[in-house]
């Protein structure tokens, strides 16, 4: 699209809804600065010095759904981190973008926004196309096609991790089943793939929630396919197992009742505390990134961040005081693996040559310093 189209549409977007999406970045941005990585340096012995050096990635692809509903939230959800990070070109594609999409597209100040999705648009991202340019890594929730996709091109274009259909977990043993019902039906409408699970000890809480979400899908019939397929009621002996079970689903959403509890639930994508911590506030507007992994893929990691998209690597210094210092570990180490070439490297630099061999003569350079 070109940016006069963008900037047309964007202006379609009612007040109301370009103010939020201004409140929402500025929340995204506030956290994304939080969470880039720093480079710092350490010497760890003399004459040997580590420096973590951290440097943006080229170009990313942002990949924003545009089947059942609009998503304007996930373009801001991928793209101020990247913007966050450095990255000098931030493309997104969208299959059909509604005003807020495009909104939110020049709020993020993306660099290129494609109109295509689904599959299609992740092999793009992979490997360009005539228009669209291979991008460094590819980010985005998606539905189980996109996701696939993802999963299939991994080996070739890095990507962020699996991010296929909502996945919510609720741990409580006396919240309010209103409110429990409301979070489990409102993740329940983003797909029909969604699951929805409360675990609770209490038989009479698992009632009241399961009473609850009845009435409100009589509000929001688009959350009854997901409840009818994969909408749960767990009750356990006790909380302590409830809160073992959560962890072993490892999900993408996690609400709990207590920061107790929450402290607790460590697999899982983000956790929410409290009764006030509605779920759908972090979809949109606290700050912290919605793009989650699924499928049990947060028993190992969290949520998109600014860290996604930058490189972090080591720069390693040595002297000739430095090297000599490690020699003795480094060549010991070496031939106890078998690995004598490896020794010999360090040896040849430090140690007197036998005898009748002459060393060659030192060249050219100056030695570089701690």
């Known amino acids: 699209m070109e940016a006069d189209e963008i900037r047309r549409g964007a202006q379609e977007t009612p007040p109301a809804v370009r103010a939020a999406i201004r409140t929402a970045a500025r929340h995204i941005r506030r956290v994304s600065a939080k969470q880039v990585p720093r480079g710092w340096r350490e010497t760890v012995a003399p004459g040997v010095v580590i420096e973590q050096r951290v440097t943006p990635l080229d170009r990313v692809g942002c990949y924003v759904p545009g089947g059942r509903h609009p998503l304007p939230s996930s ?22 973008p509604a005003p807020a999409v ?8 993306v660099s290129r926004l494609f109109r295509i999705g689904g599959a299609h648009a992740i092999a793009a ?10 991008v460094d890594r590819i980010v985005g929730p998606g539905n189980a096609y996109v ?3 993802k999963a299939q091109v991994a080996r070739d274009c890095p990507i962020d991790f699996y991010a296929g259909p909502t996945e919510i977990v609720v741990v409580s043993s006396d919240g309010n089943p209103e409110w429990i019902a409301a979070d489990l ?31 409100q899908i009589e509000e929001h019939p688009g959350a009854a396919p997901s ?5 749960v009621a767990v009750v356990t002996p006790t909380l302590d197992e409830a809160v073992d079970l959560a962890n072993a689903i490892a999900p993408e959403h996690a609400v709990t009742d207590t920061l107790a509890v929450a402290r607790r639930v460590v697999r899982a994508g983000t956790v929410f505390v409290g009764p006030f911590g509605a779920q759908a506030a972090g979809d949109y507007a606290t700050g912290s990134n919605h793009v989650l992994p699924t499928d049990g893929v947060a028993q190992v990691r969290g949520g998109l961040s600014a860290a996604d998209f930058v490189r972090v690597n080591s720069v390693q210094r040595l002297t000739r005081q430095g090297l000599r210092g490690l020699a003795p570990s480094v060549i010991s180490l070496a031939n106890a693996e078998g690995l004598h070439a490896h020794a010999a490297s360090v040896a040849r630099r430090v140690l007197p040559p036998p005898r009748g061999r002459r060393s060659r003569p030192e060249t050219g350079g100056r030695e570089e310093g701690g």
């Not at 991928?78 to 594609?93: F, H, K, S, Y």
């Not at 490997?127 to 291979?134: C, D, E, M, S």
């Not at 409840?227 to 909408?231: K, N, S, T």
């Open 75 to 96: 373009l801001l959800m991928t793209a101020l981190p990247a913007r966050a990070a450095g990255v000098p070109e931030v493309i997104a594609t969208c299959p059909n």
């Open 102 to 109: 495009l909104a939110a597209a020049v709020e993020a100040k």
């Open 125 to 134: 991202f992979a490997y360009g196309t005539a228009t669209i340019p291979r």
């Open 147 to 149: 996701a696939a996709a």
């Open 185 to 215: 039906v409102a993740q329940a409408e983003h797909d029909p793939d969604a699951r929805a699970i409360l675990l609770t000890p209490e038989r009479s809480l698992a009632r009241a929630v399961a009473a609850a979400v009845a009435a």
């Open 227 to 231: 409840i009818a397929a994969h909408g």
